[in-house]
């Protein structure tokens, strides 16, 4: 279920899925249309921001 999902994006392109995700993230470096619309906003990808929205949700 999508519901029970976690989505990270970091272009336009990746609104539709983190909207409809159960915590959608965008990356540091995201553009802000994308940021606007997400459950938080992680470090950019070339500094760990991956590893850091998963620790932040403590997965």
């Known amino acids: 279920r999508i ?3 976690m989505a990270l994006g970091d272009g336009g392109n990746d609104i539709p899925i983190v909207e409809r995700a159960g ?10 249309s994308l940021k606007a619309i997400a459950d938080y906003v992680t470090d950019p990808v070339d500094e760990n921001g991956v590893y850091h929205a998963l620790k932040h949700w403590v997965f």
């Open 3 to 5: 519901e029970e999902t």
């Open 23 to 32: 915590i959608g993230v965008a990356m540091g470096n995201a553009n802000d």
